[in-house]
């Protein structure tokens, strides 16, 4: 049976109402509804159903844009061939976002390229599907923005994005060496996101190392101790995740075949 049509009329009032994308599935849902003599309410239970999940999974898309997360970087898109090892239990409870609802933190350690970055963005990405407010940006470039911030007179602006999101990723952390002016910024959002919301961090060097990248060692120690009395350890150990990703000339060859 060929689907419904939709008559002109119908098409109008969905569009002035704002409902337009109801006609994507309509036709189907009304051959189906037939079909089965559905009962009105749970037609219009249907349609309205497609309708909030449309609306949910824009929603997701546009809170993962504005969060700066990477739009490859899903839990389903993982290479689990990858020769790499972490805790999946770990994994499975953090993807719940319990952390998230009682404000805790996450450490993501492990050495270049075995997927910290892609499990943090993939986490995000979870959290922007529940509602929630994320931001990610790599350590280097948020102090970089602080730094200039305070020179334009919008540090308290900047600060603001970094406290008030529910979920903020810092990614590449103490990989270089902060001054004291960084050292003092680092202490406050530590200080204030113990407060107001959860953080995932990701860093080539576990906890016991971030003392030697700040340049005031007791703001150092208190930031360290804030972040880590509340914080899930992720450890990933093994090869490069990357080097898999490696384009090589097997792999055109395979193409052109």
């Keep these: 049976m060929s689907p419904e049509t939709i008559s002109i009329d119908l098409k109008k009032v969905l569009r002035r109402l704002k409902l337009s994308r109801m006609l994507d599935t309509l036709p189907e849902r009304l051959t189906l509804a037939r079909q089965q003599k559905m009962p009105h309410q749970d037609f219009l239970l249907i349609v309205l159903g497609d309708e909030a999940s449309r609306r949910d999974t824009q929603a997701a898309s546009l809170r993962a844009h504005k969060a700066q997360l990477d739009p490859t970087h899903h839990l389903e898109n993982w290479d689990d061939t990858a020769n790499v090892t972490f805790s999946q239990e770990l994994l499975n409870e953090l993807a719940s976002l319990r952390f998230v609802e009682s404000n805790l933190n996450v450490d993501i350690v492990g050495p ?15 959290a ?43 990614d590449d952390f103490a990989l270089d060496a902060m001054d004291a002016l960084q050292s003092r910024d680092v202490y406050d959002i530590f200080a ?16 016991d190392e971030w003392l030697s990248a700040f340049a005031d060692p007791m703001r150092a120690q208190s930031a360290i101790d804030r972040f880590n009395s509340a914080a899930y350890d992720l450890v990933i150990e093994g090869e490069s995740y990357r080097s898999r990703q490696k384009p090589s000339l097997q792999d055109e060859k395979r193409g052109r075949s």
């Design 112 to 126: 270049v390229g075995v997927g910290k970055t892609f499990l943090a963005h993939a986490l995000g990405h979870i």
């Design 128 to 170: 922007c599907r529940r509602g929630h407010s994320v931001f990610a940006v790599p350590a280097d470039r948020m102090l970089k923005t602080l730094k200039q911030a305070r020179l334009l007179d919008t540090y308290e602006a900047e600060l603001r994005k970094l406290i008030g999101v529910d979920l903020l990723i810092v």
């Design 192 to 207: 204030e996101r113990q407060r107001s919301g959860s953080m995932i961090v990701t860093s080539n060097r576990g906890m």
